[in-house]
């Protein structure tokens, strides 16, 4: 079974190594580069991955770039910076094979102190409280998440910054979805990147006003 993984990229070239060298066989990355200016896309490249360049910024951009790339029909997406494990992903994928679910999801569990800053924490557990009171049953806003190709098209997603995963939660739920939430792994981002939104009050900010407006 071929399955596509999705990585969106912005400078993440200290993280793509590990990242890369550690997917399933069988498991094939689409790195979308988002403008990197240190070196992701060769990076990349030269550790297997296919290339995809979006020049529009955000991450629902390079998103969507991605699953219009892909060619497998099961198809994953998970966070290019080293803080999710590859490793979890055939669990994910296992529950849409195997017709359990239609959407499955990651939840994160820090490994470490420090994986996740507390402000980050307590805004996800908000946002995720929101969904389940419109019947979207997760306690994580799916950091990873396997899915097949043509049905995510089809939800039509049209947030390409930050609300991507709310605005991908909310139109599945209201589609009658069936969503499995397990359990993932969390840690530090690699060591030489940096978090686009928990890394600085702005990037903060900005993702909860693309959440915000995803809400209304």
Known sequence: MQV???????????????????????????VVDNGSTDGSPDVAASHGARVVREPRRGYGAAVHAGLVAATAELVCVIDADGSLDPRDLPALVAAVHAGRADLAVGRRVPQERGAWPWHARAGN???????????????????????????????????????YPLELLLRAGAA?????????????????????????????????????????
């Open 176 to 216: 009658g979805w069936r969503i499995e939430e397990l359990k993932v792994a969390y840690h530090r981002r690699a060591a030489g990147t940096r978090s686009k939104v928990s890394g600085s009050a702005r990037g903060t900010l900005r993702a909860a006003r693309d959440m915000a407006a995803v809400l209304r």
């Open 125 to 163: 557990a908000l946002i995720a409280a929101l969904l389940r009171r419109r019947g979207v049953p997760v306690h994580d806003i799916a950091p990873a998440r396997a899915a097949r190709r043509t049905a995510l098209l089809a939800l039509d997603i049209r947030d390409r910054a930050f609300g």
């Open 4 to 30: 596509d993984v999705v990585l969106p990229c912005l400078n993440e070239a200290a993280a793509l190594p590990g990242v890369l060298r550690v997917l399933p066989a069988g498991y094939q990355a689409i």
